[in-house]
């Protein structure tokens, strides 16, 4: 099963496809995470991403497309994946279904969790990632049983630089920009499922697992 998740910054899209991943048996490719591991280790593609994430910005489809291509023809990716972030232009979709398309395939679903804008900035200045092994958490939706450590890896939790409140609009601004013209084209080519990511998080699962079924 080759599944995209689609949605504004916050919507809950890197959630899920955790659990997808569990439940599915399937690999998560968060664009994001790669690009933050990328940073942290202060690769050249990191220090090029960075520049742009710190600002709200996409990273340009020239450093972005290549990456995944390269990631989904890994022999993990053979029985399917779930990409979290990715597409996220409409350049970035031709891309993928050119890919597919070469190999005689295509994508199974696109989740689009939907989210108002208005829920989006609270969201995000209760959430806390962590370092070690990536899991997301909020301060009061999905709290860690010890407050500011990783209940998965003892990893001190930390608060994602772009989630300050004048980057997250910024993150949102560029969303409706340039992401949100894939809801119409992945709507057009009859793979379009929409969530209602207000819904508490198990719920909203619950929601996707209908769809993708048990
Ligand atoms: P990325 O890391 O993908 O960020 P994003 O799309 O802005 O999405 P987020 O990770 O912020 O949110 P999410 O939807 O995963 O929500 P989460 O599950 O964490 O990308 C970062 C940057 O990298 C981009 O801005 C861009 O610069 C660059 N980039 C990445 N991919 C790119 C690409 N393809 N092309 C170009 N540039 C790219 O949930 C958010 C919070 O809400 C958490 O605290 C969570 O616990 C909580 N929560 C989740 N669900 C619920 C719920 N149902 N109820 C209550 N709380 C909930
Ligand atoms: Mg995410």
Redesign the pocket.
Known sequence: MKIIML?A???????QAEMIMEKYDLPHI????I?RANIKAGTELGVKAKA??DK????PDSL?IDLVMDRISQPDCNGGYIL??????IP?AESLSAALRSRGDSLDYAIN?HVPDEKIVT??S??RACPGCGH???VV??APHEEGICDKCGSALYLRD?DAPETVKK?LAVYHNQTQPLIEYYCGKKILRTVD?T???EE?FQDITNILGA
């Open positions: 949605g910054p916050g919507a809950g899209k890197g959630t968060s664009t994001g995470d690009f742009y994430i709200g910005q996409l990273v972005t979290d972030g990715f597409p996220r232009t970035q969790v969201r995000m209760g959430r997301t958490y909020h939706y999905a772009d993150r990511g819904k508490d998080l909203v």
